[in-house]
Structure formats: C-alpha cells, structure tokens
C-alpha cells in the first residue's frame, strides 16, 4: 500500500469541490494559469469565448465569475 502525499490527481478532484472566496487568490490562481497556457494566452482569457478557452481556463473563468457575484451581493447586502 502506497503512503505519503496524494497524487496530483487526487488533489486537484479535492480542490474542485470548493471555491475558495477570496478574489486576490483566485485572480492570482487564473493568471499564472493565463501566464502558462498557451490557449488561453492567445484566446485573450477575460475577453474570449468560453468555447475559446482551454478546459482548466473555463473552469476558472466560472469560478471568478461566481466569486465576483457573490461578493456583489454581498455588498448589496451590507
């Protein structure tokens, strides 16, 4: 039996399930992943068609997008 740290894999199943609310980090998160990625340099990211984007580069586009509307009704709130 295998022990020590989970594999990548594992991980990133785990860090799927939650969205973490803090804006800095998950702008942080989507632009080093902006930086990297190829597709998602040339789609332009922010200004491009989801379909346009790589698989992880939607799926953190989503996560911004939830992350801002949740705070906009938060400050409405308040």
Known sequence: MRSGTPSGTV???ARRKLIV???EN????ASRHLYRC???KNAGMEW???KD???RGR???QDLEKV???YEAVERAA
């Not at 998950?26 to 998160?29: A, G, N, P």
């Open 48 to 50: 491009a068609r989801p």
């Open 53 to 55: 984007l790589c698989r």
């Open 59 to 61: 799926r953190l586009l």
């Open 21 to 23: 609310l803090d804006p």
């Open 11 to 13: 991980q990133d199943m």
């Open 68 to 70: 801002e509307q949740i």
């Open 38 to 40: 190829r597709k998602c």
């Open 26 to 29: 998950s702008f942080e998160v």
